[in-house]
């Protein structure tokens, strides 16, 4: 039998409609499901309805009684949900922004939710009226069944598409399919002051997954570059090679940095941007390196209606781009920045990177960068912070009773890293290590869980 829900539209009580659209949801475990049980219109959403009577040829989600872990606060939100997503535990998070003035789950959270449910097959998410607690049941990671999945960003989005792009890099080795997701509407390709570029997660992050023998049929496609506050750009992520478990990690040597590599892009402003950025950046970094080389990007801005990014317009067209705002249109997406990689000897990415404020100056972002850049390396590490909680979950679940080591330099560990590794131990059960290195380094010791892919293991 099918448990009774009661569903409750969002626009009922002030929760915008761009976010998960019900209170409470749940996805049949079969496309079977969905003929026999069609969905219902809005106007009926409100209602509470009886168990229906299930065929014996159907075969339904099963919902795991396990008591939930238990969170507060919406700090380190989106990490729980990859690793409940990952292992399968349901989380149960209180207190989501409840002293705040616009208390709940975020526009941007919201947008998180629903492309986890699109990716995964028996998802159950139920959030409460004031949008202050949310459960969340994990399904089986299905990648849409192979099929390419279009996930629509909120207009006003204020992250960066890094956001939710690290959240596919993380669950798409351990899918039962292949990845082919494309992100639209508010997607921000830029730096933001929370999140990196794409072109950061695209040279620095995505090689890192490397030492874990993930490499086949990965590729990230900037179809439309867009910067920050209000991006309207388009960016489409592929992965092809799933694994079974990933290997053990022993990287104890990061190498020497041999070459620099980035990407300088304009969006909507002067091509000579790019140039000023570049040679400011190059007059930092020749000092200390000759072979340094930094790609020029320059595109038009995006032409959106004149009411894009205002909350309520986006629901009012129904998705219609043409004819809002009577026709009238605006430039969005307009800025420019620059993205900077070192890569060692041995593999090790360093990676930095910086985006244009209000009246600043070309020459100071490029120089910003390249100093951010000689900071990372100062650090050291044979992991950059950028990618050093995706590289301790690869680890945890990699093969149960493995230890791998990491060495990191003592500057990367901080509050973050500490929380990252508190969750690790509450999600997973397992246990990290940390202990002094050599040269101002610390080692970090994980030991693997064994969690893989399920849906490998089930196939």
Known sequence: MIPVIRTLHTSEFGIPRDGLGLIAYHRASSRANKKHFPQKSNSDLHLTHPPPTIPSTMTTATITPTAPIRFTTHSSLRRRLVLSTLTGAPLHISQIRATSLKPGLTSYEFSLLRLLDSLTNGTFIEISLTGTTLLYK???ITSNSGRPLIHTIP??????ATY???VLALLAPFSKSAFSVTLKGGVITSAT???????????????VYASFEVTRGIEVRTLARSSGPLGAGEVHFLHGHQVRLPRTLHLQNPGRVKRIRGVSYSTGVSAGNNARMIEAARGVLNRFIADVYVFSDVSKA???PADYGKEGAAEKAAGNMKGRA???????GVGFGISLVAETSLGTMYAADAFAGPAEAAEDVGKRAAVMLLEEIRIGGVVGRHGLMSVLIMMMMGVEGDVGRVV????????????GVRDLKRVFGGEVAVRDGESDSLVVSVVGRGVGNVGRKVA
Not at 193 to 207: G, H, I, K, M, W
Not at 326 to 332: F, L, N, Q, S
Not at 408 to 419: P, Q, R, T
């Open 408 to 419: 990191l330099g003592k500057e990367a560990v901080g509050e973050e890293f500490i929380a």
């Open 326 to 332: 009577g026709g009238k249109t605006k430039k969005a």
């Open 155 to 160: 207009e006003n989005c204020p992250r960066g």
């Open 164 to 166: 939710f792009l690290e």
């Open 302 to 304: 995006q032409i959106v």
């Open 138 to 140: 994990p399904g089986l």
């Open 193 to 207: 002051t929370e999140d990196y570029s794409v072109d950061t997660f695209r040279t620095a992050l995505l090689p």
